[in-house]
Nanobody, 124 residues
Framework: QVQLVESGGGLVQAGGSLRLSCVAS????????QGWFRQAPGKEREFVAA????????RYADSVKGRFTISRDNAKNTAYLLMNSLKPEDTAVYYC?????????????????WGQGTQVTVSP
């Protein structure tokens, strides 16, 4: 059963914005660390952003800092990634990840649950 489902991806011109959503069916999502990762064609999956289970702490990759904002609404079992000032190099499949252990984590291998990904394509 798919427990994390991403949505909100699409095609956008450089400079535009998209908001990704991640809806979780994990019972403990409200106390889970949550992160966003992305994988471009031919490249390894990389960290994008992470948020503490409480939402009180966030972390960002340097490449997206100041442009992307991670947030969550635990009452809705949903996490978000607002992406502003998009660049062609942001083109990738974006994945939602969750770790029921809580806290905040930035390494791919620390996460247990993964969504199927949503495609983001940024044209020049």
């Amino acid at each position: 059963q798919v427990q994390l489902v991403e949505s909100g991806g699409g095609l956008v011109q450089a400079g535009g914005s998209l908001r990704l959503s991640c809806v979780a069916s994990i019972r403990t999502f409200s106390t889970s660390a949550q992160g966003w990762f992305r994988q471009a064609p031919g490249k390894e999956r990389e960290f994008v952003a992470a948020i503490h289970w409480s939402g009180a702490i966030t972390r960002y990759a340097d490449s997206v800092k100041g442009r992307f904002t991670i947030s969550r609404d635990n009452a809705k079992n949903t996490a978000y990634l607002l992406m502003n000032s998009l660049k062609p190099e942001d083109t990738a499949v974006y994945y939602c990840a969750a770790d029921p252990r809580g806290g905040i984590r930035v390494r791919e291998y620390e996460y247990d649950y993964w969504g199927q990904g949503t495609q983001v394509t940024v044209s020049p």
